[in-house]
């Protein structure tokens, strides 16, 4: 079933300049479709400014579109009586850790989505616990969110976000402002509440290494979608890769320098491992 | 031309209970020319050795001589230190006030007490230098995208002709494309003028490709001081701590125990395609 | 260096204080304040004293953070002290030069003083011990019945408890951007009152802007949240009165009577 559906979206906003009047019409998002599966983990990929993340806010409804329709769990995103039941579904975390933690302590901050939704006391303790434990920040749950690391933070928000009981999570850009050590705690997250709790993951992201996960990939240039595919499907046009300016994993990019030159090593790949097992075969074939 | 640190020690809120030791006992040289990565997870005094450079943190311990001279002594003219070590910091675009970019820029030369002629002189040049075309000079700096605003903020330091440029995590928040674009730039510049680049960050990738030599920090202490390659050799104990060689390293770490006879001191991929190539015999 | 501020700024462990209901501890600073301006002898501040220390033991908040607190304050207890000490008419002890300290004077001094210490550490105990999250809530189920006259109660309370949070955060970034204008060379103290004020444009339009920027990121991942004001609201954790909150009015009435008392009968 799909969770998520865009057809034709279309996103444009009017720029005006220093008194108001209007220099131009900037088109966002130019006719995009696409589909994401209940339980799927997808990741869209592209620069600042490739319209990626004006798509993910159209997914909670805090955009609306300018032409074509979004339907999360077959409600439309653009009818007002759908909004909070969209919100709650499609749930959202941010790129700034600091700008999006409300409490003041890490529990009561989980718990500002489901007082919103009005759930009753004992519950909403239930769902903090949850939810907390499935982040592995249950132990920092009397802690002040100022206290904890960019990763901790931005865990504590993924919590806050569980805790509403959402279908799907998206996360605009959660890593973008993290160290190395925080970006692998976040993914970490990610992956297990997809694993585990089989919660939809549209991952936003510009970092390579982190969509190696999921089972769809994105590619997004200027308000279109430009590629998509697998993981190692994407991974496999690296010249593409190349000309859109995304970083390739060493690995796969040494692969295809490798291939280039002449040595039959396959396309798409991303890891050592794998790389050490078909240079095995260069070697002994 | 050259920063001494001798056995420098800081310690935040002694006497309190938050008291943490952000350093401790650092001792290092740093010479003319130069072009360093300083690499260290959060939290291990990366940030914090860069302020003393400058004369913006006084150790609790030791001493910091800028050419030959201890900084701290009562007759060093502090502001002319800041001029001659320039200091840019993380996310320097939220620094950014003024009316637009050509007079944000005038700002540090200005400080210095140059006349109006010479600042705008420099200011000029050094725009030019980050890459900032003339139509950009009189917009607001808070109309240009991300990777404009933060060369508009490294222009700001440039202006003051600094001998050092220390960057603290330049790259930070920004897509591959504005990371490269502005590392290229301080590469380029560095072979242009030959100042001093310290280059702050936590991803060994991203310095491996420019600097001469890596200085890896670890709870206060410097960890590790040499060349990349050498650095490299430990990526056991980097990633005790978190941090992580370039994933060529590893690539050929692999090959090596999978029993390809390559060389593993290598740090780019060029170098891994020739030494590959070499190995497999083509 | 701007670290300092300790008013806002909870001291997390687990104590009797800690635990108690925030409209208690709400209406006992209230008491307490009014308390300091009843008694005006020695007994009275002794007792208010007693209380204060009682208290803070009970809190388990190490004495060193409410003494933080008073840093802030110091310049403004200061001129109090001085103003009392010269300007209170009275029988002279002592002249300096046109000055003249009186007997009075001292006296004044001496328990505006007290008065200021004890109100500035009495309500940091309130902070320290109590999230603001948590005083926001007694705040705004205190004020509650003000609703009827068309308050937007909730907001309010909702308003203050977000800018506490952000306090800490603008702090740091005040010291961050600072820090870097000295960088390029600004500087922040030499000058006159003028030229200070327009040293200050480099650090406050970046803080002013970057506050802009957290509020309307913030605004956004509250929505995202479902937030919408405080109709369809349930509480994560509601009011209501235990035992010891019941025996806390009690303790604070029992020492509002023995103020009234030392207050008018020991003058």
Redesign the interface.
């Known amino acids: 079933m799909e969770i998520i559906e865009a057809k034709d979206l279309v996103f444009e906003y009017i720029r005006r300049d220093e008194e108001g009047n209007v220099e131009g019409i900037t088109c966002a998002l130019d006719h995009v479709s696409l589909d994401v599966k209940q339980g799927d983990f997808v990741a869209i990929l592209g620069h600042n400014g490739s319209g990626k993340s004006t798509f993910a806010k159209h997914i909670?409804a805090?955009l609306y579109p300018t032409e074509g329709t979004v339907w999360v769990d077959g409600k439309d995103t653009s009818r007002e009586e759908n909004l909070?039941e969209i919100?709650?579904e499609a749930?959202?975390v941010?790129q700034?850790p600091?700008?999006?933690?409300?409490?003041?302590?890490v529990?009561?901050d989980v718990?500002?989505?489901?007082?919103?939704?009005?759930?009753?006391?004992k519950e909403?303790?239930e769902r903090?616990e949850e939810s907390l434990k499935a982040v592995g920040m249950y132990e920092f749950r009397?802690?002040?969110p100022?206290k904890l690391s960019g990763g901790q933070k931005q865990r504590v928000s993924i919590a806050?976000?569980i805790a509403?009981h959402p279908k799907c999570i998206v996360l605009d850009e959660p890593t973008a402002m993290l160290d190395p050590n925080g970006r692998k705690e976040v993914i970490r997250a990610v992956r297990a509440l997809n694993d585990v709790e089989e919660i939809t993951i549209i991952l936003i992201t510009h970092y390579m290494e982190e969509i190696i996960y999921a089972n769809k990939v994105f590619v997004m240039e200027r308000g279109k979608i430009a590629m998509e595919g697998t993981p190692r499907e994407i991974f496999s046009r690296v010249e593409e890769l190349k000309a859109l300016r995304l970083d390739v994993p060493q690995v796969t990019l040494l692969s295809h320098e490798l291939r280039k030159s002449g040595l039959a090593i396959p396309e798409g790949i991303l890891t050592c491992e794998e790389l050490v097992e078909a240079l095995g075969h260069v070697a002994r074939g | 031309m050259s920063i001494i640190l001798d056995h420098v020690n800081y310690v935040y809120?002694a006497g309190?209970?938050m008291e943490f030791a952000a350093l401790k006992d650092v001792s290092l040289t740093i010479n003319e020319g130069e072009f360093i990565g300083l690499i260290g997870h959060t939290g291990s005094g990366k940030s914090t050795l860069v302020?003393h450079l400058?004369g913006?943190l006084v150790p609790t311990g030791g001493n910091i001589y800028y050419n030959g001279k201890d900084i701290h002594d009562k007759e060093y003219n502090k502001?002319e230190l800041?001029?001659r070590v320039?200091?840019?910091?993380q996310y320097?675009e939220?620094?950014?006030?003024e009316i637009d970019v050509f007079s944000d820029v005038c700002?540090?030369p200005k400080?210095?007490g140059l006349d109006r002629k010479e600042v705008e002189l420099r200011a000029y040049a050094a725009l030019k230098q980050v890459g900032i075309e003339d139509e950009y000079f009189y917009q607001s700096p808070?109309d240009l995208s991300g990777g404009q605003k933060r060369r508009v903020a490294i222009a700001?330091?440039l202006a003051?002709k600094p001998d050092v440029l220390v960057l603290d995590e330049p790259t930070a928040g920004l897509d591959p494309k504005g990371r490269d674009e502005i590392l290229d730039q301080i590469a380029g510049l560095r072979e242009e003028t030959g100042m001093t680049v310290i280059l702050v960050s936590h991803s060994m990738e991203d310095v491996a490709r420019y600097v001469g030599r890596i200085i890896v920090m670890n709870r206060g202490q410097v960890m590790f001081d040499d060349v990349p390659r050498a650095v490299f050799r430990h990526y056991r104990e980097l990633e005790e701590v978190g941090l992580a060689a370039p994933q060529v390293t590893y690539i050929m770490q692999a090959l090596r125990k999978s029993g390809l006879d390559v060389d593993t001191d290598l740090t780019t991929i060029e170098e891994a395609r020739e030494e590959i190539l070499r190995a497999v015999g083509k | 260096m701007l670290?300092d501020i300790t008013l806002g700024q909870?001291y997390?462990t687990d104590s009797v204080i800690h635990r108690l209901d925030p409209r208690v501890k709400l209406t006992a600073t209230v008491c307490y304040i009014i308390s300091l301006f009843i008694v005006d002898n020695i007994a009275g501040y002794l007792i208010a004293g007693l209380f204060l220390a009682m208290i803070i033991r009970l809190s388990k908040v190490?004495l060193?953070f409410m003494v933080r607190g008073m840093k802030s304050i110091l310049f403004l207890l200061v001129i109090a002290v001085v103003f009392n000490l010269f300007l209170t008419p009275g029988e002279v002890v002592l002249t300096f030069w046109k000055l003249k300290i009186t007997r009075e004077g001292i006296r004044l001094a001496c328990f505006m003083a007290i008065r200021l210490v004890f109100l500035i550490i009495g309500s940091s105990v309130m902070t320290l011990t109590t999230?603001?999250?948590n005083l926001t809530d007694g705040m705004e189920k205190l004020l509650g019945p003000l609703r009827h006259l068309k308050v937007p109660v909730h907001e309010i309370s909702m308003m203050m408890?977000?800018a506490?949070?952000f306090i800490?955060?603008l702090l740091e970034?005040t010291d961050?951007?600072m820090?870097?204008?000295?960088?390029?060379?600004?500087?922040f103290e030499s000058g006159n009152l003028l030229k200070k004020a327009k040293s200050l444009?480099?650090l406050l339009?970046?803080l002013f802007?970057?506050a802009f920027?957290?509020a309307n990121?913030?605004a956004?991942?509250?929505?995202?949240?479902?937030?919408?004001g405080g109709e369809?609201?349930?509480?994560?954790?509601?009011l209501i009165y235990q035992k010891r909150d019941r025996m806390a009015y009690g303790v604070l009435a029992l020492y509002l009577a023995v103020c009234v008392a030392v207050g008018r009968i020991l003058l």
Request: glycine share 8%; with cysteine.
């Open positions: 909670n805090i909070w919100r709650q749930g959202m941010f700034n600091d700008n999006q933690i409300i409490g003041q302590v529990e009561e718990g500002f989505g489901p007082e919103n939704l009005g759930v009753p006391t909403i303790w903090v009397k802690h002040s100022n806050g976000v509403m | 809120e309190t209970a302020q400058n913006l502001k800041r001029s320039g200091l840019v910091f320097p939220h620094q950014l006030f700002f540090g400080n210095l808070f700001g330091v003051m | 670290r909870y997390q190490p060193k999230t603001p999250n408890s977000i506490l949070r800490p955060i970034e961050k951007i820090k870097a204008q000295i960088a390029r060379g600004a500087d444009v480099p339009v970046p802007i970057s920027r957290r990121d913030l956004m991942a509250m929505e995202a949240r479902c937030y919408r369809h609201r349930t509480k994560m954790k509601p």
